[in-house]
């Protein structure tokens, strides 16, 4: 699984595999793949976004946690961030929770990295609304940051995001 996931032709047959078999009929896919490896990999990461997309909570309970175990290196990683956002949105909402209350305390530090501020911007547009608020408080207590955010390349919408959250505040 892991060496079909690294390679660029074969991850698209893992990909059809997770979206049109059975939950059930993909554990080995989940059972098999180092996740903290694979999210961080240019085409694992697809592997890893599709079983997060098809796959129901309960079976995904462990690649949860080993994103979260990893979360750090995964947020700041190239791949890494599309799967961050892709658990803040299609997670349970317990884990769409977890992840944009992970990405809020590590919020400053994910601001100053290029890929960091990509995941702080999909999660505050892709997670939950109570998870969206927490963010934005999270943000407006850091003094400077969100004039820092306006600045960079995707903290522009995430200023936006965070005043829409806010609004009359």
């Not at 305390?105 to 990509?118: F, I, T, V």
């Not at 960079?152 to 005043?163: A, D, F, Q, S, Y």
Request: proline share 4%; net charge positive.
């Amino acid at each position: 699984v892991w060496q079909a996931a690294q390679c660029p032709r074969a991850n698209f047959v893992l990909q059809k595999a997770i979206i049109t078999m059975c939950p059930e009929d993909v554990q080995f896919i989940i059972d098999e793949l180092p996740v903290a490896l694979a999210a961080k990999h240019r085409t694992g990461c697809r592997i890893v976004q599709r079983l997060i997309e098809h796959c129901p909570p309960w079976q995904l309970s462990g690649l949860a946690r080993a994103i979260e175990r990893d979360f750090s290196a995964i947020a700041r990683s190239q791949y890494g961030n599309y799967v961050i956002q892709c658990m803040a949105e299609y997670g349970s909402e317990e884990q769409r929770m977890q992840m944009t209350w992970l990405v809020a305390q590590e919020a400053k530090s994910l601001a100053a990295d290029p890929y960091g501020a990509a995941a702080l911007s999909g999660a505050m547009a892709k997670g939950p609304v109570a998870g969206k608020e927490l963010l934005a408080r999270t943000l407006l207590r850091e003094e400077g940051l969100l004039v820092f955010l306006a600045c960079t390349r995707h903290g522009c919408g995430t200023v936006n995001r965070v005043l829409q959250v806010l609004r009359g505040e």
